[in-house]
């Protein structure tokens, strides 16, 4: 028996963000590359739309996630990270939103870099410095990773990358990484609302898929 096309999209949908929750409670950043690669090769919906998607899962997945460790929370460089993120996830949704009506094709070519650079970082196991990286990097890295996140959801690639050459706890850097996915989600969900482009169909699709996302991230 065939699945009817759009039930069979949803099903495709639930599966990448659980194991992408379940990654994501692992690595800090995961969820967004591995849904947003499952959603492109299997084609079961939009770039925006799974994006969005994303960004509504990430919030209560994380908050799951960081309940209990959000203690270890490398406050210096959370900080300095924050100052470029902020505004590079504006930037970010805006340029999503004018490639997204007039250049498809780079805006699929840039994520599939993207998706190729953020499963690489999440496999090296990059030596860490013997001291900690310049405050002026962290808030690069940052506004990177907002550029990526505000476009893609996918703040990770940079920002994986840095954090884990800082002579600082494998838990710290794990913990530092969700809560910063949790502020880009935020700013994001909250731009978005604010332009009044959450339809119902993504706002369906992101109730249906927190349930998961939150026993995945639970496990």
């Known amino acids: 028996m065939e699945l009817h096309p759009e039930f069979h999209s949803l099903l495709i949908i639930l599966v990448a963000v659980a194991i992408g929750s379940y990654l994501q409670a692992f690595t ?3 969820l967004g590359i591995i849904v947003l690669a499952i959603a492109v090769l299997t084609h079961a ?9 994303i960004t509504i899962v990430a919030l209560p997945g994380i908050a799951i996630a960081l309940a209990r460790h959000w203690r270890h929370i490398d406050r210096a460089s959370f900080c300095q990270t924050l100052i470029g993120l902020a505004p590079g996830t504006l ?4 340029l999503l939103g004018k490639m997204g009506e007039e250049h498809t094709a780079l805006l699929q070519l840039l994520l599939g870099g993207l998706i190729v650079a953020g499963g690489i ?28 996140g505000g476009m893609f959801s996918i703040p990770g690639p940079p920002l994986i990358y840095h954090y884990y050459r800082q002579p600082v706890s494998i838990q710290a850097i794990r913990t530092s990484l969700l ?6 989600s935020l700013i994001r969900l909250i731009m978005q609302v604010l332009q009044g482009e959450l339809s119902a169909e993504v706002i369906s699709l992101g ?8 026993l995945a991230s639970w496990l």
């Not at 939009?46 to 998607?53: E, K, L, S």
């Not at 930037?91 to 805006?94: A, E």
């Not at 809560?179 to 880009?184: E, T």
């Open 28 to 30: 800090g950043f995961a």
């Open 121 to 148: 970082a999440l496999l090296i196991k990059p030596r860490p410095h013997p001291s900690r990286s310049s405050p002026m990097s962290f808030v690069m890295m940052g506004l990177l990773g907002g550029l990526m």
């Open 207 to 214: 109730m249906l898929s927190i349930p998961v996302a939150m």
């Open 91 to 94: 930037l970010g949704l805006w």
């Open 45 to 53: 919906a939009p770039i925006a739309i799974v994006a969005t998607t």
């Open 179 to 184: 809560a910063l996915s949790g502020v880009m």
